[in-house]
DNA sequence: CGACTTTTTGAAATGATTCAAATGATGTGG
DNA sequence: CCACATCATTTGAATCATTTCAAAAAGTCG
């Protein structure tokens, strides 16, 4: 990992571009020019960054901070399809193919976020191949993620679909402990049941049940300790 | 729809690439160039093109036929996550991110293939940045049409999930009949069962109710009119 | 036409959901 | 820093829909 000039409260230094994963293979000349498009803007908690439906004209990336994108389903429970956060970025469809936001953005924590508008974007889509290639890296990477999410809701086996999620914020959000590994849940029970397609009350139990086990440790309502992540492994492919 | 010159038996001539959406923005010179780099294969029905885990070190491009491209879960399932035809592509996720088949493809008509290998393209990809362009587009629909599956299948409204299978595949693969929409069925009940999340038993079900219902009449096990298609997309969203 | 495969239908079992209540966490103001 | 009010989580019991297993009916193909 490269060592950034950065010390500004905001991380409005130029350099920070360099740590967008697109913008990762530009030189600094280059990146002063994508700086150079950037609009910044700030989110409190709660806040909506994007509404389903509206059409917003600009790629966002996420400088800091955590948001949830998601959809109302008409019985009106809510499906959180991903979580981004520093790097990320979203409204890839809007520039691309011209389609209205699939999805509602909601910041989790406070979130700062750059955007660079339609026009601007193509432009450097032209300009530098090397993004459009980033880009792609990045989509089928998304691929990935919902092609197991589609897997993993199709399993009858709840448990496993539970110690996926836990895993995959092990690995994302994860720090290690003295008692295992640390994660900092992103979502309340309920969310996490709004992530994997079942109920919080589901959800609560089988959480239980994995602490019970003495697979994981819940700290508070906010945090887990991963206790025995192979435990965690194993529950999934049975 | 532009015409093509194409009679051969195989569609082997040239400018048939000029119908592959991925590469419709280049001009004919182009094109030839592209031709040239292809390698063809035929797949009888039932074979298996690509394995799941493999790395198949091509872009492979359907000529002719139909595909179904799915995941063995652990419990001896398979979960169906694409059906592709005429036109569409695979194996990009081993070109872009080196990443080995997250699925296995197998042919469910006898079907033509066109392979181009990951060096050629990715020449190709350097030199042609429409390419690349159409490769974004199409990889942003295919990250729409999975949205949809993961909010569909956390849905509990089993009967909407049928809907909407019902409404791709008329979309697709339907053509006008005098009592409706007449379409031939890419999957079995099974097949359909395998790509929403649910039980033969289940599909067969839900699909002789909405026939009691007059939404839709089965002719015989591969073929299904669609004649009330305004009472198939209300029964989505209700 | 006949053998085989696929689909349909029936009845019982299973497991998540729902609704309700209790317990536990969190954050605020005194 | 504690007490209280609020919000989130957990737990319990009943319900409901899909699954499962089994058998019959229908469709497909040589």
Redesign the interface.
């Given at each position: 990992m490269s060592k950034h000039i950065c010390n500004c409260e905001h991380c409005q230094h130029k350099l920070c571009a360099k740590n967008v994963p697109i913008f990762s293979l530009l030189d600094p000349e280059e990146i002063e020019k994508v700086v150079s498009l950037i609009v910044r803007r700030k989110y409190s908690k709660g806040e909506i960054i994007v509404l389903e439906g509206s059409s917003l004209g600009s790629l966002v990336i996420i400088n800091k901070g955590r948001v949830k994108a998601f959809?109302h389903?008409?019985?009106g429970?809510e499906?959180i399809?991903y979580i981004f956060s520093e790097g990320d970025f979203f409204g890839?469809?809007n520039l691309?193919?011209n389609?209205k936001a699939?999805?509602t953005v909601e910041a989790l924590e406070d979130t700062n976020i750059c955007m660079i508008s339609k026009n601007d974007f193509q432009i450097l889509?032209?300009e530098y191949?090397a993004i459009?290639?980033k880009?792609?890296?990045e989509?089928?990477?998304?691929?990935?993620r919902?092609?197991n999410?589609?897997?993993s809701?199709?399993?009858?086996?709840v448990e496993a679909r539970i110690s996926s999620v836990l895993l995959e914020f092990a690995n994302k959000y994860g720090k290690p402990h003295s008692k295992g590994i640390l994660v900092e849940l992103p979502l309340s029970r309920e969310g996490i049941a709004n992530y994997i397609?079942l109920t919080r009350e589901t959800v609560s139990r089988k959480m239980s049940l994995l602490q019970d086990e003495g697979i994981i440790e819940m700290v508070g309502n906010k945090k887990v300790i991963i206790v025995d992540k192979e435990a965690l492994e194993d529950s999934?492919?049975?």
């Open positions: 959809r389903t008409y019985e429970k499906q399809l890839e469809k691309i193919i389609q699939t999805y889509l032209k191949p459009s290639y880009v792609m890296e989509l089928c990477n998304r691929l990935i919902l092609e999410a589609v897997e809701m199709s399993i009858k086996n397609g999934i492919n049975h």
